[in-house]
């Protein structure tokens, strides 16, 4: 499979825990979005990263959200002492190049806070 | 002001139509422009994409993009039950971010 790989697809966690969602581009494709998605609502921008550069992270909140794509290995998203309000569809979407390739989207990551 | 603006719908159309969706977006320096259909509990997918003013086609599909305007808009021609879905238009910014406008409910009723 060939596709934009996110793990895990759920992933249930208490209040004040820590969530890691991984993404694995497309082969070929250096660039990664990451964008939260809220039942009945559109796609909410986070994070643009390349290879070891976060080149866009206007949409992630400042305390707690954090994002990396080292240089080998996947991409990660990472909350901390999460909250209810932080349940939502994750999606990361790759691309080979800058923002006029399309992007390819991985199946997600649905995050549950209880 | 949102980035990408889309009606939200529901928009009903019967099976067989011509389905039209619109977009605007407010970053002039935009230069990329996208569409997306996603099911209901699924990732989006890539329908087309569009870079210079007029109408691009792919099948039944048609992407139509103003610059000047700022407006780009997708047609579905013989409309067909499978088609209902949510359509999200995205828009790559001058700063090559990728923005996703809320998405158009679409339904085609038999």
């Known amino acids: 499979n060939a596709g934009v790989m996110q793990n895990p697809r759920h992933l249930v966690r208490r209040r004040g825990q820590e969530a890691r969602l991984r993404c694995s581009p497309m082969?070929?494709?250096?660039?990664v979005y990451w964008y939260r998605q809220l039942p009945e609502e559109g796609l909410k921008f986070m994070v643009y990263l390349q290879k070891e550069n976060i080149i866009d992270e206007s949409g992630m909140p400042k305390e707690r959200f954090s994002a990396e794509f080292p240089k080998e290995g996947p991409s990660i998203l990472r909350i901390q002492q999460v909250v209810r309000g932080d349940s939502a569809a994750y999606f990361c979407a790759s691309s080979p190049g800058t923002g006029d390739s399309p992007l390819h989207f991985g199946n997600g990551t649905r995050l549950t806070v209880t | 002001q949102k980035e990408v603006e889309q009606n939200s719908g529901p928009l009903s159309v019967p099976e067989g139509a011509i389905a039209s969706l619109n977009c605007t977006y407010s970053?002039?320096?935009?230069?990329?422009f996208f569409w997306y259909r996603q099911y209901s509990g699924k990732s989006p997918e890539l329908i087309m994409f569009i870079y210079s003013n007029g109408d691009k086609e792919d099948g039944r599909f048609t992407a139509q993009l103003n610059k000047a305007s700022q407006y780009v808009s997708l047609l579905i021609r013989d409309s067909q039950p499978s088609d209902s879905a949510t359509y999200l238009c995205?828009?790559?910014?001058?700063?090559?971010?990728?923005?996703f406008g809320s998405g158009t409910r679409l339904s085609i009723r038999p």
């Open positions: 970053d002039r320096g935009s230069q990329s």
């Open positions: 995205a828009v790559s910014s001058s700063a090559s971010k990728i923005i």
């Open positions: 082969k070929g494709h250096s660039h």
